[in-house]
């Protein structure tokens, strides 16, 4: 609790230090706040506390995945050192709002009541609907703007709708009081049409939220004009907040009514696989091949909605910390060389592996671990997502559909690998610049990946 | 403790090779790998010779989950140990005469990847097995695919494609065996071997687990019709690369059959095991057919290598004694014979620029050294007595005749054809007058002596003392058998 009340007070405080237009200060700045929410946040640990009449309810859950976002945000911040240059005039509001959407995400995760899941989605939200815009000199990332913020303001109004539905049908808005009435209603309220349409409406809403198909359409293009650095949070912080949010909803309001909704999660899961993993394989530019894949890990990660047992909820942790790692160093890197080559191309990422052996490596682990190769935090995320499906022999055929396309994956994954270390460096490429610090930065990421895929105890015992 | 340090020692060798810029590397790694000899050898002078997995060490991994980092050797993983520690040193060697741009980086993936293997061959819990799995699978795509010839970047993608794909399904099959699994009191379900061998799944299941298993290790092997990557590969990769691939990593797959495949679903196996034997049988056939036909020496050898392994796996799968010890022993044989083979294709294409079989001849007039080396790796390959092939073809062609007699029978073909595409391949390149091309072939140096040796004094031990090696096998294989047959 303290730490959303923290953020939305250094939000401000950064709003404030933004008139020095200064980025030396507001990066530090913003990284201590983080920093300090990360700490404090910890201190929840085994202690559960309910807040404003059970609206909030922060249990390990919460500080678990709390704990990943803001550490996801820390790592991927230091990659807007380069990125402000262009537009210093808003270089305040840019770094309020990513803390702003961090409080968005933490009610997200923490939430004990549907209004409080709808308002921390709408926080997030209309943040990332400005930092898609914010490079304002690019026509792409107005596009993006503005599609994202039509898109996302309609299936927000979408889910409105099923959560008043629920409502309707169970007369409240608290996550648990809803169980027990679903309960009341018989068979957990599968066969009440206003509960069922009302939940099916959320999944709906909820799924577009974290990119998962068929409702992904805004992904790529969305994806590709946002600022890199931008995209970067897009497709970690958010995406888990909504994944961890629609576990969440899914376990605690309307498992009774799991064989009912179980098949479109399946058509859900199964679609985003397919989407994103043969989308992905024809892609000619990095970003959307990463936006593509992100459709795909979203895929993955409803896998664990299909399970609630003892692994589901550590493999969704797990998983999404993984997939965060290798994002933000895949963006990352992304961010300096399409910068830098002007191009995001694969062929941009030629014979980095011999001019710029760092990044090269970073990125290499990064894909390893998307692909979900051993040594690395992959390869455990998605064991344990197998994992925690595989108890229900039922989903048997899906684990081997889901194999099938982690195949796929790692095809486009090593094209990437491929054009750093067998394609030879063209003439007119210099070596990438970057900062120390950012070095330090991939470096973090790179040991925090290769750890978890070593020792994965460290986090998949936690929860 | 052996155990761990033969797993972990190549592995900080990697890291301190890669320290080393210039020249200095390969030397390092030499030693390295020299060591890693040594350990093993102590290993083996220490071994007791019963069924049970020895130097074991067993920590928790994922505690809570009962996955254990869990190694340990019985008498089959410590042949395969020893087969591995013995080549990788000469592998090394093999390589002193090129000059591999960023020699650092070349060996410590070598040494890196001989962790992977050693993990492989040790590991006594099914996701450490798969982790090692992959482990040994990136390293050699790398040195294949940086090094590798001219078409390499296709050929090295497709190879690891495939092999992914096949490994997924070997994921998935543990997973779902692990979650059968009865557990211990600190976890409900545990991966140990052990808790695998002691499943009791019905025969239905048994039957599509064994077919998930079952082609990750026919990939790796290869056995056809999952061989297609390997000619490519194995003619597009670097030497040592190459070595490595046919002399160690295929045994993973067969390896893999031995321990995970067989005692943990015998049903299956056993509802499978005559269309394997068939398909293992066509390899045989088919590797050796188109081997006749092959022009380049380094794809000659190839082919003969799916033809190998085709009688190998053909023997396993007969799940008798004579097949199993036969295709342990064979596993031992064809690695040495075949990075025999293929270290002297490279001395020969070094020298003349050229591995076309039509394009060389004559080179007996100058290389005593060379021949004698080259017919006794050849005579080892084609199984004749007194060399290794021969007691190993002889087990499993016993073992496979025990099955079935008409497989045993055209299986048998093998010696035939085998005799024929080597002898063909050694009457033109070593025989008849000089071409332009080995006009002045010089004969074999120190270090090439210094690899080819140790490998056909080895042909002569297997094939002279082949109870050395039998013998630390044959518990291991017995219990096997007994787990099989329970």
């Known amino acids: ?349 030629n014979g980095l592996g011999k001019t710029n052996p760092l990044l090269a490596f970073a990125v290499t682990v990064a ?62 490429h210099t070596p990438i610049k970057s900062t120390s610090f950012i070095n330090v930065m991939l470096i973090i990421i790179t040991a925090l990946t290769i750890l978890l895929g070593i020792a994965p105890a460290l986090l998949s015992g936690v929860l | 403790m052996i155990t761990a340090l033969l797993l972990f020692w190549p592995a900080l060798a990697a890291l301190l090779v890669l320290l080393i810029k210039g020249e200095g590397a390969k030397k390092v790694a030499f030693i390295a790998t020299l060591v890693e000899f040594a350990i093993a050898l102590f290993a083996i002078v220490n071994f007791v010779p019963d069924a049970t997995t020895q130097f074991a060490l067993d920590m928790p991994w994922v505690e809570r989950a009962g996955i254990g980092f869990s190694i340990g050797m019985d008498g089959i993983s410590l042949l395969m140990v020893l087969l591995t520690t013995f080549l990788v040193p000469l592998i090394v060697l093999s390589s002193f005469k090129h000059d591999y741009k960023n020699p650092h980086v070349f060996y410590a993936l070598v040494l890196f990847m001989q962790t992977g293997l050693i993990g492989v061959f040790v590991a006594m819990d099914a996701f450490l097995f798969y982790f090692f799995w992959e482990v040994a699978l990136i390293p050699i795509y790398f040195i294949a695919a940086i090094w590798g010839g001219a078409r390499r970047i296709p050929v090295t993608f497709k190879f690891f494609i495939y092999t992914i794909f096949g490994s997924l399904f070997m994921l998935a ?90 005692p943990v679903v015998p049903l299956g196996v056993s509802q499978w095991a005559d269309l394997v034997l068939v398909l293992s049988i066509i390899g045989i056939v088919y590797g050796s057919i188109i081997a006749i036909r092959q022009r380049d020496m380094k794809r000659l050898i190839a082919y003969s290598s799916i033809a190998h392994v085709g009688l190998i796996a053909a023997g396993i799968f007969t799940l008798n004694e004579q097949g199993l010890q036969g295709g342990v022993i064979q596993m031992l044989s064809h690695g040495i014979n075949v990075v025999g083979l293929f270290f002297i294709v490279d001395i020969i294409f070094r020298r003349t620029n050229t591995r076309e079989i039509s394009n060389l001849g004559g080179i007996t007039q100058t290389t005593p050294a060379l021949s004698i080396m080259f017919l006794t790796l050849l005579m080892g390959s084609v199984a004749l007595p007194l060399t290794n092939g021969f007691i190993g073809e002889f087990l499993l062609l016993s073992g496979v005749f025990q099955y079935n007699h008409y497989f045993g029978a055209v299986a048998g073909l093998t010696i035939i054809l085998g005799a024929v595409y080597m002898l063909r391949m050694f009457q033109g390149v070593m025989f008849g007058t000089k071409s332009e091309a080995t006009e002045g072939f010089a004969d074999l140096t120190f270090h090439e002596k210094a690899v080819l040796i140790p490998l056909v004094i080895m042909v002569f031990w297997i094939g002279l003392f082949p109870n050395t090696f039998l013998s630390i096998s044959e518990p291991a294989v017995g219990h096997l058998l007994s787990i099989i047959n329970r």
């Open chain 1, 1 to 349: 609790m303290i730490s959303i009340i923290l953020l939305s007070g250094f939000g401000i405080i950064n709003l404030f230090v933004g008139f020095l237009k200064s980025k030396r200060i507001l990066l530090p700045l913003s990284l201590l706040f983080l920093a300090i929410v990360f700490g404090i946040n910890l201190l929840d640990w085994n202690d559960t506390k309910s807040y404003f009449d059970n609206m909030i309810t922060i249990d390990n859950y919460a500080v678990a995945f709390t704990g990943i976002m803001v550490l996801s945000t820390l790592l991927m911040l230091p990659f807007t050192q380069h990125y402000i240059t262009r537009n210093d005039e808003n270089i305040g509001e840019l770094y309020a709002l990513i803390l702003f959407s961090l409080v968005g995400a933490i009610m997200m995760v923490s939430y004990n009541n549907m209004l409080m899941l709808f308002i921390g989605i709408e926080i997030l939200s209309i943040a990332m609907y400005v930092l898609a815009g914010s490079d304002k000199s690019s026509m792409r990332s107005a596009e993006a703007a503005l599609k994202y913020f039509l898109m996302g303001s309609f299936f927000t109004g979408v889910m409105l709708f099923g959560i008043v539905m629920v409502y309707g049908a169970t007369g409240t808005f608290n996550i648990s009081e809803i169980a027990g009435s679903a309960e009341a209603l018989g068979t957990g309220g599968a066969n009440n049409v206003m509960f069922m349409l009302g939940v099916l409406i959320i999944i709906i809403g909820i799924s577009f939220k974290i990119s998962a198909a068929p409702f992904h359409f805004w992904t790529p293009d969305v994806y590709e004009g946002t600022p890199t650095v931008w995209t970067a949070y897009m497709s970690t912080v958010v995406k888990t907040a909504g994944v961890a949010a629609f576990y969440k909803l899914m376990d605690a309001a309307f498992a009774a009514s799991y064989p009912a909704w179980m098949p479109t999660l399946v058509a859900i899961v199964v679609l985003s696989l397919l989407v994103g993993n043969i989308g992905a394989v024809v892609q000619q530019s990095m970003k959307r091949m990463l936006a593509y894949s992100s459709i795909s890990h979203a895929g993955y990660l409803l896998m664990t909605l299909l399970a609630f047992n003892e692994f589901s909820t550590s493999a969704v942790l797990f998983y999404s910390f993984a997939y965060s790692t290798a994002s933000i160093a895949a963006f990352g890197v992304l961010h300096l060389v399409a910068k830098q080559r002007g191009s995001e191309k694969y062929e941009a990422f």
């Open chain 2, 173 to 262: 099959a543990f997973v779902y065996l692990y979650f059968q699994t009865a557990g211990t009191e600190l976890a409900a379900h545990s991966s140990n071997v052990n808790a695998f061998y002691q499943l009791t799944l019905d025969s239905a299941t048994q039957s599509w687990i064994f077919w998930f298993l079952f082609l990750a290790f026919a990939i790796k092997m290869p056995v056809f019709p999952f061989h297609t990557w390997q000619p490519d590969t194995y003619t597009e990769s670097p030497t040592q690369a190459t070595m490595l691939l046919a002399g160690i990593m295929l045994k993973m797959g067969i390896y893999g059959v031995l321990r995970w495949l067989l």
């Open chain 1, 367 to 428: 894909m390893l671990s998307l692909g979900g190769i051993p040594l690395t935090a992959g390869f455990f995320g998605k064991f344990f997502v197998f994992s925690a499906l595989v108890e229900n022999p039922d989903m048997m055929w899906l684990i081997v559909v889901a194999v099938i396309l982690a195949a796929v994956g790692i095809y486009y994954y090593f094209r990437v690998v491929i054009a750093m270390y067998l394609h030879p460096v063209a003439e007119d």
